[in-house]
């Protein structure tokens, strides 16, 4: 069985609801084993995502199998000296430390990195929050749809225009691109420590990558650039830069960005080509200004036909161009099957979502089955160093369960 690059690296996952838990994910996928710490009783409150309100309903915990796959689980009261001594005995013998817990909770559960330091120089303390570690915000409480999706204006700017509800996010739609940011933070961390031998703290936080997405926008913000009205994709102001509605209720999304070499190419796919010598659309300058009925031409066209016929006469023609996916495309997808963004599990066939890293000759380990709720404790606490009267111990005190 592949170990992975990772095999031997020690991880303890102190964290939940996404981004921080979900780092620690790519790096059991790559074969750290990583020691998901959560508290007795209920467990880590992201187990319970699924049974919200709005959430479909399923026989299997879906949110914690992708969240948790590959983990083993020690259930560990924080909130005791026992459970503090514990996880301090765990940081001496780890690789890295992964936590969400706001500053000020990390201090009274004595988990900040000044606390694990001093017991492991090589530890990596990597810590993820809201707002960022500074300022009145600090401690802030903060999920992706309010600090990444809401703060840093992509809730606005996706609109299609200024009177528009703002669009919500889905669950997750920030946390995953945060888990790659925080990912990076922690292996650009074990890169240092390759070289100079000592560990550091790493952070990041959801508003830092909600901007750095919204980044292109954001940036011509913070260079005074003059912006245009924003217009609904009726009128957008590019006709091959827009999406069309097909007879089957489907969308698709032209991006043709080298539009003078591909727009009689496009014409000829759509059955136009009297398109290409009409003088309303003659040059890039024409076509732009006519946008509107450019448009209103193309959705009569694209209405002719179901996305299937649609993307069998488009392919293969040097068009940039791409399905508006929904939820019931992603598990036939051929193309994500064969490419490993979807893998099944060990010993079945049930699919789970890939992380999205390939590191050529070397493959990532099987997922397997997240644990349940303290499943590994015992084995935690042996590989440790305790003995059977003191696991016995801290089970009496309730600081392991």
């Known amino acids: 069985m592949e170990k992975g690059i990772f095999d031997g690296l020690k991880v303890l996952d102190c964290a939940s609801f996404i981004a921080a838990p979900a780092a620690a994910t790519v790096l059991s996928d790559f074969g750290a084993d990583v020691i998901k710490i959560e508290p007795p009783g209920a467990g880590d409150p992201y187990r319970n995502l699924p049974n919200l309100p709005g959430y479909p309903h399923s ?64 530890l990596i303390y990597a810590s993820f929050t809201g707002y960022g570690e500074k300022g009145e915000e600090a401690n802030k409480p903060g999920f992706d749809s309010n600090a990444y999706w809401a703060r840093s204006g992509l809730m606005d700017l996706v609109r299609a225009d200024e009177h528009t509800t703002p669009a919500r996010s889905i669950a997750g739609m920030g946390d995953h691109p945060c888990a790659m940011a925080f990912y990076g933070a922690i292996v650009t961390a074990l890169y240092k420590r390759e070289r100079t031998g000592k560990g550091s703290h790493v952070s990041s936080n959801l508003m830092a990558n909600g901007v750095w997405a919204a980044s292109v926008l954001a940036q011509a913000k913070l260079v005074g650039a003059k912006f245009g009205e924003r217009r609904p994709r009726e009128r957008a102001l590019n006709a091959v830069t827009n999406h069309y509605q097909c007879k089957d209720g489907r969308w698709l ?17 759509l059955g136009r080509e009297d398109l290409v010598t009409d003088p309303r659309f003659e040059t890039k300058k024409e076509r732009h200004a006519r946008s509107v009925e450019l448009i209103k031409i193309f959705d009569e066209v694209f209405a002719t036909k179901d996305l299937a016929e649609w993307r069998k006469i488009l392919d293969g023609n040097g068009l940039v161009f791409g399905v508006v996916g929904i939820l019931d495309d992603i598990p036939n997808d051929k193309q994500m099957i064969e490419n490993e963004v979807l893998v099944p599990f060990e010993n079945d066939t049930m699919l789970t979502i890939n992380s999205p890293i390939w590191v050529d000759g070397s493959r990532k380990v ?22 059977e009267a003191t696991i016995k111990a801290l089970r009496s005190t309730g600081a392991v369960a």
């Open 253 to 269: 999304i032209l991006s043709l960005l080298n539009e003078d070499r591909q727009w009689p190419t496009l014409a000829r796919c």
């Open 366 to 387: 099987q997922p397997r089955k997240p644990p349940g709720i303290g499943e590994h404790s015992d084995e935690i606490l042996r590989n440790a160093g305790y003995d």
């Open 59 to 122: 026989e299997h915990n879906f949110a914690w199998m992708l969240e948790a796959r590959n983990k083993r689980s020690l259930a560990l009261d924080l909130s005791k000296a026992e459970g503090q001594a514990v996880l301090h005995r765990l940081a001496a013998q780890a690789d890295v430390f992964i936590t969400n817990y706001p500053p000020q909770v990390r201090q009274r559960l004595g988990i900040t990195h000044d606390h694990l330091a001093p017991h492991n120089e090589r």
